[in-house]
C-alpha cells in the first residue's frame, strides 16, 4: 500500500494482488510459507481471547498450503482423471 495509506483488502484484492505477486515471482515456496505462518503464530498472545480463533485460521491457511502442495505432487483419487 503506497504512502502509508491502508484499507480493508476484500476478497477480490486478496486474489488479484496475490495472483500478481505470484506472476512477479514473489510467491513464498511452501517451507518459507510454513515458516512465515510459525512466526505469524509465534507472535500471538496466548491470553489474548482471540489467540485460539487466530491460530485455527492460520493451521487452516497451512493445511490449504500442505493440501495444494500434496495434490500437485500426488493428486487425491477425488481429482485422477477415471481410469480408461
Known amino acids: 500500500m ?3 495509506v491502508r484499507h480493508v ?3 477480490t484484492d486478496v486474489l488479484a494482488t496475490s495472483m500478481a ?3 512477479d515471482g514473489l510467491a513464498l515456496n511452501p517451507s518459507d510459507a510454513f515458516e512465515f505462518i510459525a512466526e505469524l503464530i509465534a507472535k500471538e498472545n496466548p491470553a ?3 489467540y485460539d480463533r487466530k491460530v485455527e485460521r492460520l493451521l487452516k491457511l497451512g493445511a490449504c498450503i500442505w493440501s495444494l502442495r500434496r495434490d500437485l505432487i500426488t493428486p487425491s ?3 485422477q482423471p477415471p481410469a480408461r
Open 77 to 79: 483419487p477425488a481429482h
Open 9 to 11: 483488502m476484500k476478497k
Open 2 to 4: 503506497a504512502c502509508g
Open 21 to 23: 505477486m505470484a506472476r
Open 48 to 50: 489474548w481471547d482471540s
